[in-house]
């Protein structure tokens, strides 16, 4: 009864559409930029936009777990912001002691990862736990984060002490062999992501539950705790986003990490991932990310289209994704 | 017998496929008013098919429907039901948080002005719910019911859109004895009143019971259509399969002493009191009862699927309780009643479900896809698992099929104890006897299988005891020549009585 051979034929078929989407939506931009302009393919133009990228990036890889398992975070951003400040205060608290230099800047990363830890944690001890719904969870979350850094920041901004940030610049700015140190994070980030999803129980029991937590419950899938370690992951994934972001204007405000919780998702969902939660890729949200940046960064170099309209294009871009996806469900 | 001209629906050669896979072959139906026709066959055979074509759901790759001697093309099952084709399924088409009345009047509400009138519509929902002899308030939600009263919620649905013909896929899968007499008694009244009536069951007493024709389908192929009257259950079978069967039941296996699993005052509140009990190693125990008797809730209590008070010990040692990955670790899984919504993903691939429950053994830091595989095939091959392509989402099985994968998918772990809840709820003839003989072979192993069925020969024909449950304890137990459907119902009625009637 092994019809090995005689299998793989017409899924791989479906398959084919579904995946290639995202890739050619990304290769055509690339292919639009370079027509339109000489700088886009430049060693400038492409460290700027993976730069940028890298903050939505690595916080997207945590989101593609916690959509795959059937939830969502709308905090992130929030989170970022609140995780920045607390980063910042705490750095400036300890240069008296610790003085500027690598231990303050570890000291500072070891703040903010566990800050991101802890906020993961309380969102996903509330939906896992307590069993509230995780959509009530986060925007209750995204108000609280927000407010308390405002708060912190007294309506203004939160700075890092003049010499401890420009020790910390080059966390931003420099890197290895040309390759920026966000790139390169965010690059690590993604390559864990795409292998803790596809090749270990972890990503396998998310998309289990995603799939339908009954059935998971009764493979004895741990279901509470798959589901928390999705948001404590996503919540992790957020602090060191913010590790990445703080050196590059060393400050945070109320308006630190605005939408991006939405970016975030927006990325997830482009590059494939089921929004009811069942089945997550991350190389497509790592796709995703590179769709949304690219359409800003063209926006910006051409002058054909006002940059003003980018959220309209994101918006149409998402919506298309969607559909995309439905009719090559409905294929099958 | 002359259908083809007092036919109301007739079906001629269909042929039905999908993408390359040919499911039906020319085959021909008739549905007459006044009568009602069983379509029988094994899983796979092509009854759904079948039956979604007649009730509209699905167009025929080839051949003619004829609607009062008409031909006929439905390009909806809105249209089918216009024209009084109404098929009622075995997954309910209810939804869940409407209440009873709103679902029977669902896209065809009466109006006063501009508004519902509520009042026409619980009156004739409460009419068509009394001539069915189901004392549900129109007013109730369908979530807070039973299963066996949303079926009738369904069919008074069907009646209240005047059907001339009734599709019914399996209604009495579900259903007790009882509910069944009450249905079956429906059905003579809707024949009565001159519908025509589709009906599809693997439980052939019931086919003797209500059917004036019979067609039996095999592999998408139209058999025989014959008249009831003299068709005995064993020719029904015989023919459905294509071969005679022998015992439906292997020998029972001899348990040894040893106890294995060892329950004492287990209580799952609000469903299961005080219950006490213990398993040998190789014995095949069986747990009887009417359906809400707490047999589910109890097994789900000693496994962690539920919270519950009360020692449970796996040989010899005490199982860490609400831990479903402690049980399966002690050796002790259970195999759900409800493998759509419980056992399998079925919107994954096989790989996937199988290998869902003991998944650790395939790497607890990298999953090892080529072991996932190799498991697979395996799997295919010792549970005879019918794939067309070991790529296809679970959800493509058949009933059958998808319970073989299930099985597959618990024994994996290496349980020495297996509880299967209704092994065989839905599955034909051929594969229930397959199952059963697995489940002694099992035990013959020196595993210890425990049988939880609503189908009294079942447990009767496999386990060499029975535990029988009513009202949420346990009311008795039987043992050797002692165990008969008389000895089984007395136990599980005598304080379930009251509760029948409430």
Do not use: E, M, Q, Y
């Given at each position: 009864m092994s019809d090995t051979t005689a299998s793989a034929a017409p899924p791989r078929r479906r398959l084919n559409l579904h995946v290639l989407g995202p890739v050619l939506a990304l290769v055509a931009l690339i292919v639009l930029g370079a027509s339109l302009n000489?700088?886009?393919?430049?060693y400038g133009n492409v460290t700027n936009v993976l730069a940028r990228s890298a903050f939505i990036g690595i916080i997207a890889v945590g989101m593609t777990f916690v959509i795959t398992a059937g939830g969502i975070d709308l905090s992130v951003g929030s989170m970022a912001a609140f995780v920045a400040g607390v980063m910042i205060m705490a750095m400036n608290a300890m240069i008296p002691t610790l003085g500027v230099g690598v231990p303050l800047i570890l000291a500072g990363m070891c703040v903010a990862l566990l800050a991101g830890l802890a906020a993961g944690l309380l969102n996903g001890f509330l939906i896992?736990?307590?069993?509230?719904e995780a959509f009530i969870v986060t925007l209750g979350s995204m108000g609280i984060y927000r407010s308390l850094v405002t708060w912190l920041a007294d309506g203004g901004t939160l700075s890092l002490d003049f010499a401890a940030r420009g020790f910390y610049r080059p966390v931003y700015y420099d890197g290895l062999l040309g390759v920026s140190w966000p790139i390169i994070v965010f690059a690590i980030v993604a390559v864990l992501g795409e292998l803790t999803m596809r090749h270990t129980p972890f990503g396998r029991h998310c998309a289990a539950l995603g799939a339908n937590e009954q059935v998971a419950k009764y493979s004895a899938v741990k279901v509470d705790r798959v589901r928390m370690g999705t948001y404590v992951l996503l919540g992790m994934l957020v602090g060191l986003a913010t590790i990445m972001y703080v050196p590059r204007l060393g400050s945070a405000s109320?308006?630190?990490?605005?939408l991006w919780e939405l970016e975030a998702i927006a990325a997830v969902i482009i590059g494939g991932t089921v929004l009811k939660g069942g089945f997550g890729r991350v190389w497509g949200t790592v796709v995703g990310v590179l769709i949304l940046s690219l359409i800003d960064n063209i926006l910006n170099l051409a002058s054909i289209v006002s940059p003003y309209l980018n959220g309209a294009i994101q918006g149409v871009i998402v919506i298309l994704a969607v559909v995309l996806q439905r009719e090559g469900k409905s294929a099958d | 017998m002359g259908a083809a001209v007092t036919a109301i629906l007739s079906a001629q050669q269909i042929i039905r496929r999908f993408g390359p896979i040919q499911v039906l072959h020319g085959v021909d139906f008739d549905l007459v008013p006044g009568q009602v026709h069983a379509l029988i066959g094994e899983n796979g055979a092509g009854k759904s098919t079948m039956m979604k074509i007649l009730g509209g759901y699905l167009a025929p790759s080839e051949g003619q429907l004829f609607l009062d001697g008409q031909p006929v093309q439905f390009s909806d099952q809105k249209q089918a039901e216009a024209q009084g084709l109404l098929m009622i399924h075995q997954e309910f088409n209810l939804a869940l948080q409407l209440t009873v009345e709103e679902n029977i009047f669902l896209g065809r509400e009466r109006m006063r002005g501009p508004f519902l009138d509520h009042k026409a519509m619980q009156d004739e929902a409460r009419a068509l719910l009394v001539r069915l002899n189901c004392h549900v308030d129109?007013?109730?939600?369908?979530?807070?019911?039973s299963v066996p009263n949303r079926q009738m919620v369904e069919i008074a649905r069907a009646l209240g859109r005047n059907a001339r013909v009734l599709i019914m896929d399996e209604p009495t899968a579900v259903l007790t004895n009882r509910e069944t007499d009450i249905l079956l008694e429906q059905i003579d009244r809707l024949r009565e009143s001159g519908t025509a009536i589709l009906y599809t069951s693997h439980k052939l007493d019931e086919i003797r019971r209500i059917a004036d024709r019979v067609t039996v389908l095999r592999d998408g192929r139209h058999i025989l259509t014959r008249d009831a009257a003299g068709f005995t259950e064993d020719a029904m079978a015989t023919a459905m399969v294509g071969r005679e069967l022998s015992d439906l039941f292997p020998a029972k296996p001899v348990p040894q002493d040893e106890v294995v699993l060892k329950v004492e005052n287990l209580s799952v509140p609000g469903?299961?009191?005080d219950a006490s009990f213990t398993l040998r190693r190789g014995e095949v125990l069986g747990f009887a009862g009417l359906?809400?008797?707490?047999r589910t809730e109890l097994m789900e209590g000693i496994v962690g699927l539920r919270p519950a008070s009360g020692k449970v010990a796996v040989l010899g040692k005490p199982l860490k309780p609400g831990s479903v990955l402690a049980a399966r670790e002690a050796g002790l899984v259970y195999l759900t009643e409800d493998r759509k919504d419980k056992g399998l993903l079925l919107g994954k691939n096989l790989t996937e479900n199988l290998t869902l429950l003991a998944l650790d053994r395939f790497g607890t830091v990298r999953i090892d896809k080529s072991a996932e595989d190799a498991a697979l095939t395996t799997a295919i091959h010792d549970f005879d698992i019918r794939v067309n392509d070991r790529a296809m989402a679970a959800g493509s099985l058949s009933g059958g099929n998808q319970q073989k994968l299930l099985l597959a998918k618990t024994m994996l772990a290496e349980p020495e104890i297996v509880i299967i809840d209704e092994p065989t709820r839905g599955i034909d003839i051929g594969t229930k006897q397959q199952i059963y003989d697995f489940i002694a072979a099992l035990a013959a192993r020196g595993k210890s299988v425990i049988v939880v069925s609503s189908e009294l020969p079942e447990v009767i024909g496999l386990a060499a005891r029975v535990i029988v449950m009513g009202r949420g304890h346990i009311a008795g137990e039987l043992s050797g020549t002692a165990i008969s459907e008389d000895a089984i119902l007395r136990l599980a009625m005598g304080v379930g009585a009251e509760r029948e009637t409430a």
């Open positions: 000489a700088n886009f393919l430049g896992s736990k307590v069993g509230i109320g308006s630190t990490g605005t | 129109p007013r109730s939600r369908i979530r807070d019911l469903r299961v009191r359906v809400g008797a707490g």
